[in-house]
């Protein structure tokens, strides 16, 4: 009896115990399921379980258990701290098929749910109402249908409600807008429709609000929430009415996409400045007509511009690269420099009616990598400065009027992957410089007037799997190698005299090097071509004896350039370089340097020239003269100083150059007001790195620059760097490793093999280019005073990289501090690689450096890294850029 009394009170104890612990807080909090406890949860779950009929991947089959009691521990369950009840159910990408079973009404502490991409369908029950503490409910993409329930306006905790991608039809119910702390609304992608109630201005903190792909008939009128929206998806509906003017007063919007509607009308001009902050822009697929909005530069946050499929006329404005606004980038706090310009990433105007030439300043968004302005009628030529959308990889100027050559530089977009220039009139040879665009997954040149041979060149895209080149006026050989072998005949039919395999559906080509088209010649002339093979034999032998003294006396570097260069140069006398110069007046000097002084002139044809005239009293300086007269003249790079004249009399010789409208890297560094971003200074290093890698590996010959540093490092109006000054460069001749030499380089940057022997190779240039680069990012010359006894730039720099203090190198100004830079962590990361760069190319063995096509390699993917991650760290910052 005793004992059946103690065991009561025991269980009471234990009841009573359990009572305060569990119950207690629910009877406070005022919940519904008072008497549930974690057997109901389990219980809940487990119907769940019996409700799902596929699980592909045996998750819940094997890991909601019985056995395994605590459900705490099952996966997709988390439970809460204190109380140990289901507070997250997240069973989002597991591939289940199934129902939702009444029993989960009954998990009352659940706080989100979330099964986003399964395949549960059927519909809601009702006692999901059950579940007052719910702050997030994502059913994104599931097939889910019937209509929304009003029994969700009882969740009046719900913060998020997502049903994006099911198949919800009828109109959304009025009862959703009691949900007074709802912060984001999905319900893009479902077949809901009628019109969208003025009762959505209740929802005060609203933020994002998603109904893209149904069928509505208006765009709701958001007045009440204006000021904390930043989210308004309403594309693909079936809007007709002109947009709600209380859209422009959403001033915090950042995504507006209106794509896919029927909105008619002129765009506002001023929309930016009623929208400061947008970023992403999606007017496609509309019915919009009249100009494009003229004052888009006041849009210095926009990321992404889409107004494809309108009826939009007139010309592009020129206001779209307004270099002149220089602000902080997109992404709130950042101090990057930006404009619009520097910020656009995605443009596509396809399908209106723009008929303007392409102005220049559209050239200027470097960060655009998606770029479509087919389909309008847009007309002049490309220009070469095509070749500074550096990013770009998506490319599509098809049907228009665009007329001209293809420029070059277009060879210079690395990262394109498709390209069409179709339906135009370019005429002209294809580019060679096409052979560097490796990347190229699609080429489409078609319906074109484009003329002479394909370059062989083409035939290092190997990863090009469609191109057409039909209907232009090629001719010529059409080249095996590469992925030519897979193009069929579609790819070149209607040219002017291709030929090539007979698959192609092309007459073979004659095995001499005549072109095809002169076969007609042949037959009719026959008498004229003997004597010309012969005159031509006469040249060849000529030309190969001339070039083999050439190569005998050592001075020989690039064949064709040999032959072409005197020939292109412009006569200059001293006269014109007199006048050029103002009687080489001391307002023109730009600097003077070991041979002689620098000035700026302006030929009588107004180009702009410097002028290094040599001082025949110093010695050496003849020599210096003949030396870069003769470098120079043989070697031409994107990154060297053109030579454009060499003006040689006997008491007066001058270099007569192109002109560098930015000076020199070193007059940039260390001058108050200028300051280069890190990207900048990267890009100046992969050109020089580019000029260094061409002297040394470009040809048969190797040249040494010997004396690199940054005020022989200039910069034109692009700021693309240019090396000069090869008044000290050595030629190495053929199987030449080094050379001695008694001239001397700047101290510093000389590589100590140099100093102390006179011992001249390229690895001596690869030395001072790391000097360089490190000077480059820590804005510390190798001369400082502060350098004294062992400690030196190299010393300094390396001990900072040991001890993780890269950022107390660097110079102070590429690092704003950690709180207000998001790129913070990628740049940091971005200079320690450099610095472990410059310090591979400065080691103090020659043999153990690096050589400068490395080098190249290394820069390019420290700079891609640092894109990549600078790309990463914004969108984390604020993930909009998933545009519509
Ligand atoms: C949960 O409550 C039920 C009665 O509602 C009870 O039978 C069960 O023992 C309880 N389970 C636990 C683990 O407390
Ligand atoms: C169930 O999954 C969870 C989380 O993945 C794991 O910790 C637990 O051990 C699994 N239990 C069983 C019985 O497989
Ligand atoms: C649910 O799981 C997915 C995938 O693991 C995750 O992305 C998501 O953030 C989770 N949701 C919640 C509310 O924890
Ligand atoms: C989720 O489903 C959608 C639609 O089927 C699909 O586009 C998306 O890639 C899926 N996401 C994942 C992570 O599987
Ligand atoms: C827009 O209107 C046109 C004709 O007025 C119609 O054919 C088209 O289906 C409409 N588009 C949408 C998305 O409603
Ligand atoms: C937009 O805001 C202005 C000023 O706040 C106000 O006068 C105007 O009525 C608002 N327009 C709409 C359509 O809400
Ligand atoms: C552009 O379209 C509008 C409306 O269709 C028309 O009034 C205007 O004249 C057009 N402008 C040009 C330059 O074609
Ligand atoms: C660039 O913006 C300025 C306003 O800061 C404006 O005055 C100028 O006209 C714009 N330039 C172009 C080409 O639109
Ligand atoms: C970010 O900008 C806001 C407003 O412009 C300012 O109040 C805030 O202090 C800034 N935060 C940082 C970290 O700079
Ligand atoms: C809660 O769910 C209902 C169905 O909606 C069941 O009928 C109940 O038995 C269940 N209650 C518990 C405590 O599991």
């Not at 889409?306 to 939009?312: A, Q, W």
């Not at 895209?461 to 090629?474: A, D, E, G, T, V």
């Not at 412009?570 to 730009?590: H, I, K, P, Y």
Request: a neutral charge; one cysteine or more.
């Amino acid at each position: 009896m005793a004992r059946t009394r103690f065991l009561l009170s025991t269980t009471l104890l234990l009841l009573l115990f359990q009572y305060c612990c569990v119950y207690i807080p629910i009877l406070i909090t005022g919940s519904v399921a008072a008497q549930t406890n974690i057997s109901t949860d389990q219980s809940a779950l487990l119907a769940l379980k019996s409700h799902i009929t596929i699980d592909p991947q045996n998750i819940l089959t094997t890991n909601w258990s019985t056995s395994n009691s605590d459900i705490c521990n099952w996966v997709g369950v988390t439970c809460g701290a204190r109380h140990l009840r289901v507070t997250t159910l997240n069973l989002s990408y597991m591939g289940l098929t199934g129902t939702i079973p009444s029993h989960l009404g009954n998990l009352s502490f659940l706080v989100q749910l979330e099964f986003r991409n399964n395949s549960f369908g059927g519909t809601l029950p009702p006692e999901l109402s059950n579940l007052r503490r719910l702050k997030l409910i994502s059913f994104e993409f599931n097939d889910f249908e019937g209509t929304i329930p009003s029994w969700f306006g009882l969740l009046s905790k719900l913060q998020t409600f997502n049903l994006y991608g099911n198949q919800f039809s009828g109109s959304i119910p009025n009862a959703i807008f009691n949900l007074s702390a709802l912060q984001v609304l999905n319900l893009r992608s479902n077949q809901l429709s009628g019109t969208i109630p003025r009762e959505i201005e209740r929802l005060t903190v609203l933020q994002e609000i998603l109904l893209g792909n149904n069928n509505f008939k208006e765009i709701p009128n958001l007045i009440g929430s204006k000021d904390g929206m930043e989210w308004l998806y309403v594309q693909a509906n079936a809007v007709t009415d002109p947009i709600p003017l209380a859209v422009f007063n959403m001033s915090s919007l950042t995504i507006l996409a209106l794509n896919g509607n029927n909105l008619s009308g002129s765009f506002p001009d001023n929309i930016c400045q009623h929208l400061p902050s947008i970023q992403v822009l999606n007017l496609a697929h509309n019915q919009f007509d009249g100009p494009l909005p003229h004052k888009l530069w006041q849009c210095k946050e926009l990321l992404s511009l889409v107004l494809d499929y309108n009826n939009f006329n007139g010309s592009i404005p020129r206001s779209i690269g307004n270099l002149t606004q220089l602000t902080r980038l997109g992404f709130s706090n950042n101090t990057l420099t930006g404009n619009l310009s520097a910020n656009l990433r995605i443009l596509s105007l396809a399908f209106n009616s723009l008929t303007s030439t392409l102005p220049s300043t559209l050239w200027e968004l470097e960060q655009v990598w998606f770029f479509n302005l087919s389909s309008n009628l847009l007309n002049g030529s490309l220009s070469e400065d095509i070749g500074k959308l550096k990013v770009v990889s998506y490319m599509d100027l098809s049907s228009n009027n665009l007329s001209g050559v293809i420029p070059s530089s277009v060879g210079d977009l690395l990262d394109l992957t498709s390209l069409s220039l179709a339906d135009n009139n370019c005429e002209g040879p294809i580019p060679s410089s096409f052979g560097k665009l490796k990347g190229l997954i699609r080429l489409d040149l078609s319906k074109n007037s484009l003329s002479e041979a394909i370059p062989k060149s083409l035939e290092a895209l190997l990863n090009l799997k469609y191109l057409n080149f039909s209907f232009n006026q090629l001719r010529g050989e059409i080249p095996e190698g590469g992925p030519f072998k897979n193009f069929s005949a579609l790819s070149f039919v209607s040219n002017k005299a291709l030929c090539g395999a007979a698959r192609l559906h092309v007459p073979p080509c004659k095995n001499n090097t005549l072109q095809p088209n002169s076969r007609k010649a042949s037959s009719s002339n026959l008498k004229y071509i003997i004597p010309a093979i012969i005159i031509a034999t006469i040249f060849l032998v000529a030309f190969v004896s001339i070039f083999i003294l050439h190569r005998k006396r050592k001075v020989e570097v690039a064949t064709e350039a040999t032959v072409l260069s005197q020939h292109l140069w412009r006569r200059v006398s001293r006269l014109e370089l007199l006048r050029a110069t103002n009687g080489f007046n001391d307002s023109n000097l730009l600097g003077s340097g070991g041979f002689g002084s620098v000035f700026k002139g302006t030929l009588s044809d107004g180009m702009d020239v410097a002028v290094k005239i040599f001082d025949l009293q110093l010695e050496g300086a003849f020599k210096s003269f003949e030396r870069e007269c003769e470098t120079l003249s043989n070697i031409r790079h994107r990154n060297l100083i053109k030579i454009i004249s060499c003006c040689s009399q006997l008491d007066f010789k001058a270099l007569v150059l192109n002109y560098m409208a930015n000076g020199s890297l070193e007059k940039w560094l260390y001058s108050q007001n200028s300051s280069f971003n890190t990207l900048k200074r990267l890009n100046i290093m992969v050109d020089v790195a580019l000029a260094l890698e061409y002297l040394h590996h470009g040809y048969s010959v190797s040249i040494v620059h010997c004396d690199l540093k940054p005020s022989n490092i200039l910069l034109d109006e692009d700021m693309v760097a240019h090396v000069a000054d090869f008044g000290i460069a050595k030629l190495l001749g053929f199987g030449d490793s080094m050379t001695r030499t008694m001239t001397l380089a700047t101290v510093g940057y000389m590589a100590p093999e140099y100093g102390m022997d006179g011992i001249v190779s390229t690895q001596g240039d690869v030395y001072s280019f790391g000097i360089v680069v490190m000077e480059t990012f820590t804005k510390m010359k190798p001369t400082n005073e502060m350098f004294v006894e062992e400690m030196n730039l190299k010393q300094w720099v390396a001990n900072s990289l040991s001890s993780e203090a890269i950022a107390e190198v660097v110079d102070a100004t590429l690092l704003a501090t950690q709180e207000e830079d998001h790129d913070y962590v990628a740049k940091i990361d971005c200079l320690s690689s450099i610095m472990r760069f410059a310090l591979a190319c400065s080691v103090e063995p020659p043999d153990e450096r690096i050589n400068m096509k490395e080098a190249v390699a290394m820069l390019k993917k420290i700079k891609m890294k640092f894109l990549k991650d600078a790309a990463r760290s914004a969108q984390l910052n604020r993930p909009l850029v998933h545009a519509p």
